[in-house]
């Protein structure tokens, strides 16, 4: 099974910045698309932004405009940079690799640790 690392969470007041890391070491990362996930206490795990293997993105409308996905298809990593960070961000973040079938986004059932992400006010 593919390894996914997370990293990069912290604590982060609002209106800060944070980038979020996700690595993995198999060699058939560049052929596939990867995602973010977030997930908070309480609520269903959702899906926050993906990038296609030729560098295509979508963004989910809650965080559209501050956060951007991008990977670095040489370091097997894919990134979330995460900007105006606000209260309602704060969630575990989980990455994932998958595929577009019928231009829609569908995750392989395996997953990281993941990183928590706190914002205070």
């Known amino acids: 099974q593919v390894q996914l690392v997370e990293s990069g969470g912290g604590f982060v007041q609002a209106g800060g910045s944070l980038r979020l890391s996700c690595t993995t070491s198999?060699?058939?990362?560049?052929?596939?698309?990867m995602g973010w996930y977030r997930q908070a206490p309480g609520k269903q795990r959702e899906l926050v932004a993906t990038i296609s293997t030729g560098g295509i993105t979508y963004v989910a409308d809650s965080v559209k405009g501050r956060f951007t996905i991008a990977r670095d298809n040489a370091k097997n990593t894919v990134y979330l940079q995460m900007t105006s960070l606000k209260t309602e961000d704060t969630a575990v973040y989980y990455c994932n690799m998958g595929a577009y079938f019928s231009g829609r986004y569908i995750g392989f059932d395996n997953w990281g640790q993941g990183t928590q992400v706190t914002v205070s006010s």
């Open positions: 198999e060699s058939i990362f560049d052929r596939n698309a």
